[in-house]
Structure formats: structure tokens, C-alpha cells
């Protein structure tokens, strides 16, 4: 039987000399605080080890660790939350739940714990009455830029534009602006705009009402998909003409819609700018187009080829290289500002307005 001992906002479970697992209040460096959890095993090999996490990522593993206990598979099945990494078996007749997650030092070292199913869920509901007790169960719905969604570090992340504390209230706003994306798992804290949020790949993202959520793993390729095709600098397209083979240097134009009538995107076509016999040639050709100046779709080709993943890659090294332009120009912006205004007040150790017109002693 386990042994449960309450000391000011921690919560000590012993279920056995080999799984002890903590519960405790957590308070960040801006004020938010979250209920802790950290399990103490003793691994098959003999060692210890210390595993780190939230009550909401074991709030994940313990539903997954429920719809395996349910479905009466027998060999092992893996799942996982964030970046933790889940691996569920039966051993001897028990649910066995194993946890794995790169050490948040850097180490690059793995972390990992060892609990059975019915101890996890114990947690989770003892988790639970200590999260009510200490006023930190209210849930917020996030709605997050829908283009923003990358993945960082093994996590996928998403731009806090607007938080509710209803979820009616964020679907309200969410059918008034376009652009966002509501996304399905409630968070313990208010997230502000532009924060950043981890998302969960087996969760979802949904972008309207009348719209079908999408997980956040197949949200994050649509966007991928889209940050690929077109930047600020440069559009990929697939060349879509008979009669004239894409060179580099030529001018070239293009057209088409964005998304297919279903929502799937989907490529540019483009072909000169004059003379054009559209058509798909027997060899697919991708091109990355150097943007011209103005509204319209025009610009020269930068690069041609048959691999669409290489126009991607040259225009990510292209937009790259915008950015660093971008933040170098910023920089001596501020560096130029900074030498005029010290210039100003250091030149010649006067007050300026000595030097005004008319000025006598």
C-alpha cells in the first residue's frame, strides 16, 4: 500500500522501495506556477535514476497508459508527450510504463523512470486533489498564430496571440479573426501574446469551426509546406510549360491558388513571362524565383531543378541570409544613432547652443 505524506505544498507517494514519486508547487521566474512531479526508480540494471516533469505531461501518459490497459494488446506499444517519450508493456501480468526525455542541462544524457499502470494512475489522481487544494486546476484555451507553429529543439512551439478561460469565448474570437488556430489541450497558465507554447504532436490545432482539427504534427507539415514556398524574397514553384525549358536568369511569372478547394496546399505554377504554353513537361522542374519589385507575380529565376526539396533548401539558405542582412543592417542602424548622439553631446564639450546664430558672450 502506498504511504502519502503532505508537507507544505509537497506530496511524498512511497509505493514501494523502488518508486517513490514527488509531487510539489513550482513558481517561475514570472510568477506562473504549475504542480512539479519528479519519480524516483530504481531501474532492472540496479541504478537510481531522477525523472522530471509536470502533472500535465503525466496527465498524458497516464490516458495513454488507459486506452493500452483497454485494449488488451499484449505486445508493447509506444506513444509519447512533448518531448517525453512513453513505452508501455505488461510484465508478469502488470502494466509497466517506461519514461524517457533528454536531460534539460544540454548533457545530451537521457533521462528515464520506471512506474506501473495503477501507481501512475494513483498519482494522477492524488495530483489532481493537491492541484485543487493549492487554487492551480484553472485551465485556459490558447490561440496561437497558425503560421508560427516550428519545431525548436525536439519540440514543437506555437505564438501565443490571445488566452480564454472559457472555451466558447475562444471559439467566438477565433471565427472573427483568420490566421489562428485554437489549440485542444486546456493549459495551467494564462499565456500572453507572443509567448511561446509547446504543442503536443499527438494533439490538435483547428482553425474554424467549420473546419476538421488537424493533429499538430500534420499542422506543422502544412506550415512547412507553406514557409517552403514563399518568403518575402522568393517563391518555389513548379514550372509549368511545353515549350520553354527554365534557365537561370530568365524572367518568369507565376499563378495559382495557394490551396487546393479541400484546404490542402499546394504548389505555385510558373513559366515565362511571355509566350507561355502552359502545360506539365514530361520531367518534372522546380524553380525558386527571385521576387521583382511591385504587386505583380513576377521576378527571375535564382535556381532550377527536378527536386522540389532542393528549391526548399536554397530558399531557406536564401531567406537565412536575408534575416542576417536584416539584423546586421538594424545593428549598424543603432551603432550609426549611437556614435551622432554622442557626437552631439561630447563634440567640442559645449552646449550646443552656443553655436546658434547671433550667439555674443
Same mark, same amino acid.
Given at each position: 500500500?502506498?504511504?502519502?505524506?503532505?508537507?507544505?505544498?509537497?506530496?511524498?507517494?512511497?509505493?514501494?522501495?523502488?518508486?517513490?514519486?514527488?509531487?510539489?508547487?513550482?513558481?517561475?521566474?514570472?510568477?506562473?506556477?504549475?504542480?512539479?512531479?519528479?519519480?524516483?526508480?530504481?531501474?532492472?540494471?540496479?541504478?537510481?535514476?531522477?525523472?522530471?516533469?509536470?502533472?500535465?505531461?503525466?496527465?498524458?501518459?497516464?490516458?495513454?497508459?488507459?486506452?493500452?490497459? =483497454?485494449?488488451?494488446?499484449?505486445?508493447?506499444?509506444?506513444?509519447?508527450?512533448?518531448?517525453?517519450?512513453?513505452?508501455?508493456?505488461?510484465?508478469?501480468?502488470?502494466?509497466?510504463?517506461?519514461?524517457?526525455?533528454?536531460?534539460?542541462?544540454?548533457?545530451?544524457?537521457? @533521462?528515464?523512470?520506471?512506474?506501473?499502470?495503477?501507481?501512475?494512475?494513483?498519482?494522477?489522481?492524488?495530483?489532481?486533489?493537491?492541484?485543487?487544494?493549492?487554487?492551480?486546476?484553472?485551465?485556459?484555451?490558447?490561440?496561437? /498564430?497558425?503560421?508560427?507553429?516550428?519545431?525548436?529543439?525536439?519540440?514543437?512551439?506555437?505564438?501565443?496571440?490571445?488566452?480564454?478561460?472559457?472555451?466558447?469565448?475562444?471559439?467566438?474570437?477565433?471565427?472573427?479573426?483568420?490566421?489562428?488556430?485554437?489549440?485542444?489541450?486546456?493549459?495551467?497558465?494564462?499565456?500572453?501574446?507572443? =509567448?511561446?507554447?509547446?504543442?503536443?504532436?499527438?494533439?490538435?490545432?483547428?482553425?474554424?469551426?467549420?473546419?476538421?482539427?488537424?493533429?499538430?504534427?500534420?499542422?506543422?507539415?502544412?506550415?512547412?509546406?507553406?514557409?517552403?514556398?514563399?518568403?518575402?524574397?522568393?517563391?518555389?514553384?513548379?514550372?509549368?510549360?511545353?515549350?520553354?525549358?527554365?534557365?537561370?536568369?530568365?524572367?518568369?511569372?507565376?499563378?495559382?491558388?495557394?490551396?487546393?478547394?479541400?484546404?490542402?496546399?499546394?504548389?505555385?505554377?510558373?513559366?515565362?513571362?511571355?509566350?507561355?504554353?502552359?502545360?506539365?513537361?514530361?520531367?518534372?522542374?522546380?524553380?525558386?524565383?527571385?521576387?521583382?519589385?511591385?504587386?505583380?507575380?513576377?521576378?527571375?529565376?535564382?535556381?532550377?531543378?527536378?527536386?522540389?526539396?532542393?528549391?526548399?533548401?536554397?530558399?531557406?539558405?536564401?531567406?537565412?541570409?536575408? @534575416?542576417?542582412?536584416?539584423?546586421?543592417?538594424?545593428?549598424?542602424?543603432?551603432?550609426?544613432?549611437?556614435?551622432?548622439?554622442?557626437?552631439?553631446? @561630447?563634440?567640442?564639450?559645449? /552646449?550646443?547652443?552656443?553655436?546658434?546664430?547671433?550667439?555674443?558672450?
Amino acid at each position: 500500500m502506498a504511504q502519502v505524506q503532505l508537507l507544505s505544498k509537497r506530496l511524498t507517494v512511497e509505493f514501494n522501495p523502488s518508486s517513490r514519486v514527488e509531487l510539489f508547487d513550482v513558481t517561475t521566474k514570472d510568477q506562473h506556477s504549475y504542480l512539479g512531479v519528479k519519480l524516483d526508480s530504481v531501474l532492472p540494471n540496479g541504478s537510481q535514476q531522477e525523472f522530471r516533469t509536470d502533472l500535465a505531461k503525466l496527465e498524458e501518459a497516464a490516458r495513454q497508459a488507459k486506452e493500452y490497459v =483497454e485494449s488488451q494488446e499484449q505486445g508493447q506499444r509506444f506513444g509519447g508527450v512533448g518531448d517525453v517519450l512513453i513505452r508501455m508493456s505488461r510484465e508478469f501480468g502488470e502494466v509497466v510504463i517506461d519514461l524517457a526525455q533528454k536531460a534539460r542541462d544540454g548533457s545530451g544524457e537521457w @533521462q528515464t523512470a520506471r512506474i506501473q499502470g495503477d501507481h501512475l494512475a494513483s498519482t494522477l489522481h492524488q495530483g489532481k486533489e493537491l492541484e485543487r487544494e493549492l487554487g492551480l486546476d484553472k485551465r485556459w484555451f490558447v490561440l496561437v /498564430d497558425s503560421l508560427s507553429v516550428e519545431k525548436k529543439d525536439g519540440r514543437i512551439v506555437g505564438t501565443v496571440i490571445k488566452s480564454f478561460d472559457d472555451e466558447e469565448k475562444a471559439y467566438e474570437h477565433l471565427g472573427k479573426s483568420s490566421g489562428l488556430a485554437l489549440y485542444s489541450v486546456p493549459q495551467a497558465r494564462e499565456g500572453r501574446r507572443g =509567448e511561446s507554447v509547446e504543442l503536443w504532436d499527438h494533439a490538435s490545432l483547428r482553425e474554424s469551426r467549420k473546419h476538421e482539427s488537424r493533429s499538430v504534427d500534420k499542422h506543422l507539415e502544412r506550415v512547412e509546406f507553406h514557409r517552403g514556398r514563399m518568403s518575402e524574397n522568393y517563391v518555389v514553384a513548379r514550372w509549368n510549360d511545353v515549350a520553354t525549358e527554365p534557365e537561370v536568369g530568365m524572367r518568369a511569372q507565376w499563378e495559382g491558388a495557394s490551396h487546393t478547394y479541400d484546404g490542402e496546399p499546394q504548389d505555385f505554377k510558373a513559366g515565362p513571362t511571355a509566350g507561355r504554353d502552359r502545360g506539365r513537361q514530361d520531367d518534372e522542374m522546380y524553380v525558386l524565383i527571385e521576387r521583382g519589385e511591385g504587386r505583380w507575380s513576377r521576378g527571375r529565376i535564382a535556381a532550377v531543378s527536378p527536386f522540389r526539396e532542393e528549391m526548399v533548401a536554397q530558399h531557406a539558405a536564401q531567406r537565412e541570409l536575408s @534575416q542576417e542582412r536584416q539584423q546586421q543592417n538594424r545593428h549598424d542602424q543603432e551603432v550609426q544613432k549611437a556614435i551622432t548622439r554622442d557626437w552631439e553631446q @561630447q563634440s567640442f564639450k559645449m /552646449d550646443r547652443s552656443q553655436h546658434s546664430q547671433g550667439y555674443t558672450p
